[in-house]
């Protein structure tokens, strides 16, 4: 019994010191840049400016299955399947656009990169495109995000902007900023692009 108790111990002490380092890690990845234009009680606008991506497109029609199918192609790019075999680091967050019929799933390139210096994909379905400009509604959550808790704040920022009398436009979006394995100080968010300008 007394072995037993040590060993879950040692367990335990591994468990918290890997979340430990997975959060810092977390902390210093580079976060894709945006700018904050006005802080309402349940969301806030950001202005995000063009960013280079890589990205995949699905027909998957949820959050688990896009997750599943699409994180490993773009992942296996930046960690060096192309055809330069070079590793890109990782950014946050990762985006996902969930659609009725056509999905897709994006990482953020590092800042400091330019297309024209990015090696080609191995996968031909990783495409590397640079996103337009926008201004967006975002509402944050913790936890580990599933469809029904994506689904539950898509529903509270729409309600959120029909109220203030905010328009907006193109699939409400998911943003995830954690690594699968980290346990604790999880940040989610799901966002809609909104016509900022005619306000």
């Not at 979006?173 to 900022?196: D, S």
């Amino acid at each position: 019994m007394k072995t037993f108790l040590i060993i879950i111990s040692i367990l335990i002490v591994i468990l918290a010191l890997s979340q430990i380092y997975t959060t810092m890690a977390t902390h210093k990845t580079e976060t894709q840049q945006y700018k904050v234009i006005k802080v309402e009680k349940l969301f806030e606008v950001r202005y995000y400016p063009a960013a280079l991506m890589a990205k995949i497109t699905s027909s998957s029609k949820s959050y688990r299955d896009l997750g599943s199918s699409g994180f490993g192609k773009l992942a296996k790019y930046i960690f060096g399947g192309n055809d330069e075999k070079k590793q890109i680091a990782m950014t946050s967050p990762v985006h996902m656009d969930i659609g009725d019929s056509i999905s897709t799933m994006a990482f953020v390139l590092p800042s400091n990169l330019k297309k024209e210096e990015l090696p080609k994909p191995n996968n031909a379905e990783v495409v590397i495109e640079t996103s337009e400009p926008e201004y967006v509604a975002v509402i944050q959550f913790g936890g580990f995000a599933s469809n029904e808790s994506i689904m539950k704040h898509k529903v509270i920022l729409e309600n959120a902007l029909k109220e203030k009398g905010l328009s907006y436009y193109g699939n409400f979006r998911f943003l995830g900023y954690n690594p699968p394995f980290q346990l604790f100080g999880r940040k989610n968010e799901v966002i809609v692009a909104l016509n900022w300008n005619a306000n």
